[in-house]
């Protein structure tokens, strides 16, 4: 009886190590849910702020300002970065950053600070697809300081794609300024054609009228007999007629600009800025005829956008490539301008960018509501005369083609992530 009595006395201390194992298990429990759950979050951080830095990095680089590192490290900081390192080459940003905050349990273990890091690139891209019409569209220099002034462009104006024309297209009411500057309407689509739910006839302010006429602006020629392009008087044309275009053979083995419009095959195009291509003058009726017949109106294409043209070759001609490459207006270029697309045909376009433009309406008989409109404004104009007319559009998903560089942003390149 003695010797039992004796075990159990020593059976009582042997709970007091289980208790103490448990407790360093749960302690360890704890610290992986809430130190891992925080390093979880610290990834997802580091991650969201190295794109959103080489985003807007590569965003400024694109545009031609030299503070792209800066913008890079300081958009990466604003999202959450502990510290943010910025390279950049040419229009592509990578962004290396560090996220760190004091852990919870970790520093029982050595551990005070939790660290996650991460690396985005990005770049500004040309856009991939054959949705390219054979038609030039000018790039007049802006009235502001430095290449491109973000409130002019090349004076085209755009719609939204995602906040007013896509909401117009799947049934929804937007606003929209129209053309007197007092007051916002409502728009609503009827068709292809945007519509004033006021039951004016005028359309939005952004609208632009290719037709093949030379039907020049008031602002241009200062002859009262001319269309008043900046209705509304701010600095911007709300309407714009041709002139200030031209037909495209879009690659050197192009024989007919129509073919372009064609259901058919197209040729190959490579969309790169700085590549010059040969134009034709005179009408082009078949190419407004296909476009009709083809279904064109309610499709976002992609409009070639020259800064200067020239009569003579630029091959032969250095003062081509000087007007082409003045800085300012034009942002710096040191590469070699692409020559391989071009026919032995004048004139010769200098494309600049390739710009997303939505088809409202293409008539061979001029029946389009924004040209009617400006004939009721210009009863000169020919009522008769064919007619593309549509909207510029921004923040539309292009896709980028990662092989084709943008050397600078008109509001038409892809800035897109890389990796």
Request: charged share 20%; net charge negative; aromatic share 10%.
């Amino acid at each position: 009886m003695v010797r039992r009595h004796t075990q159990k006395k020593y059976e009582y201390g042997q709970v007091l190590p289980l208790i103490l194992l448990v407790m360093v298990v749960i302690i360890a429990m704890v610290a992986l849910i809430l130190d891992g759950g925080d390093v979880m979050a610290n990834r997802r951080t580091a991650q969201a702020a190295a794109d959103a830095g080489a985003l807007a990095g590569s965003q400024r680089a694109c545009t031609g300002f030299s503070d792209a590192k800066t913008v890079a490290e300081a958009y990466a900081a604003k999202n959450g970065a502990t510290t943010a390192t910025a390279t950049v080459i040419g229009t592509s940003v990578t962004v290396d950053v560090l996220v760190e905050n004091p852990s919870f349990f970790g520093n029982i273990f050595g551990q005070d600070t939790l660290t996650a890091s991460a690396t985005a690139s990005a770049g500004c891209y040309g856009v991939s697809g054959k949705s390219v019409v054979p038609l030039a569209w000018r790039c007049l220099p802006p009235d502001g300081i430095g290449p491109y002034n973000p409130d002019y462009g090349c004076k085209m104006q755009t719609l939204s794609w995602k906040d007013e024309l896509q909401p117009l297209l799947e049934g929804q009411t937007v606003e929209i300024s129209n053309f007197t500057g007092t007051h916002v309407s409502d728009y609503y689509m009827s068709g292809t054609n945007i519509i004033d739910s006021y039951g004016s006839t005028r359309p939005p302010e952004q609208i632009y009228i290719v037709i093949t006429d030379d039907k020049i602006c008031f602002e241009d020629s200062g002859d009262p007999n001319d269309i008043i392009c900046d209705i509304d008087g701010d600095g911007k044309r709300d309407i714009k007629t041709g002139g200030d275009r031209g037909w495209l053979y879009l690659t050197a083995d192009t024989s007919n600009i129509s073919d372009w419009v064609d259901d058919g095959p197209h040729p190959n195009i490579n969309l790169e800025p700085h590549v010059w291509l040969s134009g034709k003058s005179g009408v082009e009726t078949d190419v407004y005829i296909k476009m009709e017949n083809s279904g064109f109106a309610g499709a976002v294409v992609l409009i070639p956008i020259y800064n200067t043209y020239c009569e003579n070759s630029p091959l032969v001609d250095p003062a081509c490539i000087a007007a082409a490459h003045a800085s300012p207006p034009w942002p710096l270029f040191t590469s070699l301008d692409d020559f391989s697309e071009m026919k032995n045909q004048s004139p010769y376009y200098h494309i600049v960018a390739f710009a997303p433009f939505y088809v409202s309406c293409v008539d061979k008989q001029g029946n389009c509501p924004g040209y009617q409109y400006a004939v009721s404004m210009d009863p000169n104009l020919d009522k008769k005369s064919p007619v593309i007319e549509g909207y510029f559009i921004s923040d539309f998903d292009v896709q980028p083609d990662m092989d084709q560089g943008c050397v600078f942003d008109i509001g038409n390149c892809v800035i897109s992530l890389s990796n």
